[in-house]
């Protein structure tokens, strides 16, 4: 995450157009080894082809025929491409004989040395590129030591070059090296670059790079010190302001990561992030300042800037204000279906359901039958009846969707889950099964049938194979590993069932999984970490219906 992008990989070979046949002289036979035009159009059919072994040869016998340099270098960065060294050296005794002043020999001849072992020749070529000044040489020696084989060699060659004498009045060089030390393995190297960088030009990516590295050593003092030092010099710099800001975050100082992006110029993205760490903050104050410097702010209010006002508002409990918010994005902004389903939220809010499913409708008519937007909006009338306790409407809803948009998967899966909340397994069933057949590798969908048969049915062995494949595909899903120790508690594989559950509860401690990992315990035998599992589940919600059966059916 802290490769510059002087560091970026090198350059892939490029298709180039063949150039256009030469007006033919004489109408004599010419010897097909000899034609230029058809050695480029096979080597351009090669490398669209992704045979770049060939395209390199045929690129190599073309530069042969050609006084064209271009040639000669596409024949030597393919043959680099996939590592044909003799070949290599070919083509760039070519490219060499036709264009020796260009600064991608250098590059090129660096490459071939370094992975052939040869370190002092690689070291010529590259300081020779080096010291011809600007920014390019430079990035395309990061290139060859960053794909370097060799780690160790790649280091030792950084350590030659990058030195005062050569990286000169640069503060982005620099800091460019210290990355590639630190990507390379060298710490020490990158600390070292990083505080000359410091000291030498006491610039905003030095502080910067300087204080991250100071964080990946656990110093936390000292980045905050830099960033400090640093703001204080160009306190409107964003990119000191955001690095310092999502330190403090880190450190879990949401309310200092908001207070570092309020200085200095403001724009959308500033605005969003200082809403977020405010809201993690779940400071009030902090949330209402916001909230009123961005009402302040004269320049042209986007969508995006709308709808943050709205979010805003919510938090601060002015509902009326938010939907007022929400009302104003328009229908072209990229915010508006997320700004009108919160419109939707706070009518319903309200208690009022006629007007939120008019609301819905609404949306619906606006984004257009057969919409991107048409699903998402189903899916939240839909859910808005459930809530409600109209879990007929809510299927008929789904239905609906579905005639409209046969199979799909996001509608069919729904469907499901309320189908087998309302005992249909049969239906539920079906729905899931119809998801898999259109994609079998869905995680989703192969969970919530596992979990189904494993919960409702005895079809174990098949509950067991479905949800084995599940954790193959997503082996950290907690909501997996829940399904997956529970069907190891309902096979009798008390221990495996414990272990899984564990891992699933430590991830996602919500009510259901409590209430899984509770009634494997007290069957285990470990009463009172059960209750206390239980009871740490109704902390976070006393009615979840599996945990209020779970322990009525045992601890009553």
């Not at 052939?116 to 020749?121: D, F, L, R, T, V």
């Not at 050569?166 to 620099?174: A, F, K, T, Y």
């Not at 409708?361 to 057969?370: T, V």
Request: hydrophobic fraction near 45%.
């Amino acid at each position: 995450m802290f490769a510059s992008c002087l560091l970026a990989a090198c350059a892939a070979p490029t298709k180039r157009e063949s150039p256009a046949p030469a007006v033919v002289q004489s109408v004599h036979p010419v010897a097909i080894d000899a034609d230029l035009p058809l050695k480029l159009i096979g080597a351009d059919l090669a490398v669209q082809k992704n045979d770049l072994a060939s395209a390199a040869r045929r690129y190599a016998d073309a530069a042969e025929l050609s006084d064209d340099a271009d040639i000669a270098e596409q024949a030597t960065r393919l043959a680099l491409a996939v590592k044909q060294w003799p070949l290599a050296h070919k083509s760039l005794a070519r490219w060499q004989a036709l264009d020796p002043k260009s600064v991608g020999l250098l590059q090129s001849r660096a490459w071939i040395a370094l992975a052939e072992g040869e370190i002092e020749p690689a070291f010529a070529a590259l300081d020779t590129l080096v010291q011809r000044g600007g920014d390019g040489p430079w990035r395309l020696a990061a290139q060859v030591m960053i794909g370097a084989g060799n780690k160790v060699q790649a280091l030792a060659l950084l350590e030659r070059l990058a030195v005062p004498g050569r990286l000169g009045d640069n503060s982005r060089e620099w800091v460019a090296m210290s990355q590639l030390a630190f990507k390379l393995g060298d710490k020490a190297l990158a600390g070292r670059l990083a505080d000359a960088a410091v000291a030498r030009f006491k610039s905003a990516d030095a502080y910067a790079w300087s204080a991250k590295l100071a964080l990946d050593r656990g110093e936390k003092a000292k980045a905050r010190e830099q960033y400090a030092d640093a703001l204080e010099r160009d306190p409107e710099s964003l990119q000191l302001r955001s690095g310092y800001a999502a330190m403090l975050a880190d450190s879990g100082d949401y309310a200092g990561a908001a207070r570092a992006l309020a200085e200095g110029p403001q724009s959308d993205v500033i605005y969003g992030a200082r809403a977020a760490y405010a809201a993690r903050a779940e400071d009030k104050s902090l949330q209402a300042a916001l909230y009123r410097s961005i009402q302040s702010d004269k320049s042209p209010r986007t969508g995006k800037r709308l709808y943050l006002l709205g979010q805003i508002a919510e938090l601060a409990g002015k509902d009326d204000e938010a939907a007022d918010w929400y009302r104003q994005v328009s229908e072209d902004d990229e915010n508006w279906l997320e700004a009108g389903i919160r419109g939707v939220v706070l009518v319903d809010k309200k208690g009022d359901d006629a007007a939120a499913l008019q609301r819905i409708g609404e949306l619906r008519l606006a984004a257009g039958a057969g919409s991107p937007e048409t699903v998402q909006l189903i899916l939240l009338e839909a859910e808005l009846l459930s809530r409600k306790g109209r879990k007929a409407e809510a299927m008929a809803a789904y239905s609906r969707g579905l005639d409209q948009l046969p199979g799909d998967s996001r509608l069919l899966y729904a469907r499901a889950m309320l189908a087998i909340e309302l005992d249909d397994i049969d239906s539920g069933e079906r729905d899931l099964r119809s998801v898999l057949v259109a994609d079998p590798e869905s995680a989703d969908a192969l969970n919530a049938l596992g979990y189904t048969l494993a919960d409702r049915t005895d079809r174990l062995v098949e509950a067991n194979e479905l949800i084995e494949k599940a954790i193959r595909i997503r082996p950290d899903e907690p909501a997996i590993l829940d399904s997956h120790g529970w069907i190891k508690y309902r096979l009798g594989h008390l221990d495996e069932a414990i272990t899984l559950l564990r891992q699933a509860y430590a991830k996602q401690p919500d009510s259901e999984v409590a209430a899984h990992l509770g009634e494997v315990l007290w069957v285990r035998g470990n009463r009172d970490e059960a209750r206390r599992i239980w009871e740490q589940g109704r902390e976070k919600d006393a009615g979840n219906k599996v945990l209020v059966e779970t322990m009525k059916r045992l601890a009553s």
